[in-house]
């Protein structure tokens, strides 16, 4: 609740202060307070990110199904097997897992199952006289629910990792939610790989000749002219980054 209040006043403050600093700049009052809000923004951002810590460090679980998309199917199935000591029957199949005697498949990627891996989970199913198995899957859709309902003879149930992870949290085995710093230089390299492209100059500089056509019929004359002076730097940045790349 603290910190909640705090945010509250650290916006409200900042927001104040970027107006305060926005008023002596000869904008109008709605261009001063979206200028001002989007300084509240990113200020508020940044401070909340690198000073707001979390006191809990473990992995979400959004966080930790995707740690174990990247370690594998190999890793999932020790993790299972870890949770089931002294506790159940586990069995590794190769293909699929057993647990108390419930073959459980694992689908450990980020794209949805296929149509063909759910008839070659139904065949591995036929040939291991199963009538009922469990996919532990984060990517079940419906499309494959209701190709499901085909077979008939084999039930396949989509199950998900929240047990899994329960148990794993419970049994202290999270792994801790570590956030490498990326170095302020290497950061700074990225921004200008990513922002700075050929293309993105030639945007800067249609935005440019805009905000100058449109200095011929506005009031605010210098304001736009000194907008399209920033976007024509921001291209010329483009275009040398464009060309040290080269």
């Known amino acids: 609740m603290a910190i909640f209040i705090d945010l509250i006043l650290l916006t409200l403050t900042t927001f104040v202060s970027a107006y305060i600093g926005l008023y002596f700049l000869p904008l109008n009052l709605p261009m001063r307070l979206i200028l001002s809000a989007l300084i509240t923004f990113v200020a508020v951002s940044f401070i909340r990110r690198f000073f707001f810590k979390?006191?809990?460090?473990?992995?979400?679980?959004?966080?930790?199904?995707?740690?174990?998309?990247?370690?594998?199917?190999?890793?999932?199935?020790?993790?299972?097997?870890?949770?089931?000591?002294?506790?159940?029957?586990?069995?590794?199949m190769g293909e699929y897992v057993l647990i108390d005697g419930k073959p459980v498949f694992l689908w450990t990627k980020y794209g949805s199952i296929s149509a063909d891996t759910m008839v070659k989970y139904y065949r591995i199913c036929k040939k291991n006289n199963i009538l009922k198995a469990y996919i532990l899957t984060t990517n079940g859709d419906k499309k494959t629910t209701a190709f499901m309902k085909n077979f008939g003879d084999i039930i396949l149930v989509y199950t998900n990792f929240k047990q899994v992870y329960?148990?794993?949290?419970?049994?202290?085995?999270?792994?801790?939610?570590?956030?490498?710093?990326?170095?302020?230089?290497?950061?700074?390299?990225?921004?200008?790989?990513?922002?700075?492209?050929?293309?993105?100059?030639f945007r800067f500089i249609g935005i440019s000749l805009l905000l100058l056509l449109i200095s011929f019929v506005t009031p605010f004359t210098n304001y736009y002219i000194a907008l399209a002076g920033i976007n024509l730097a921001f291209a010329i940045t483009c275009m040398a980054v464009s060309l040290k790349n080269n």
Request: charged share 30%; proline share 3%; net charge positive.
């Open 54 to 92: 979390s006191r809990n460090n473990k992995m979400s679980y959004r966080k930790y199904v995707t740690h174990l998309i990247w370690q594998g199917e190999e890793y999932t199935k020790s993790i299972l097997a870890k949770l089931c000591e002294n506790k159940r029957d586990f069995q590794d």
């Open 166 to 201: 329960n148990s794993v949290k419970k049994e202290n085995l999270l792994p801790q939610d570590s956030k490498t710093k990326i170095p302020a230089k290497q950061v700074l390299s990225m921004i200008m790989q990513t922002a700075f492209t050929r293309k993105n100059g």
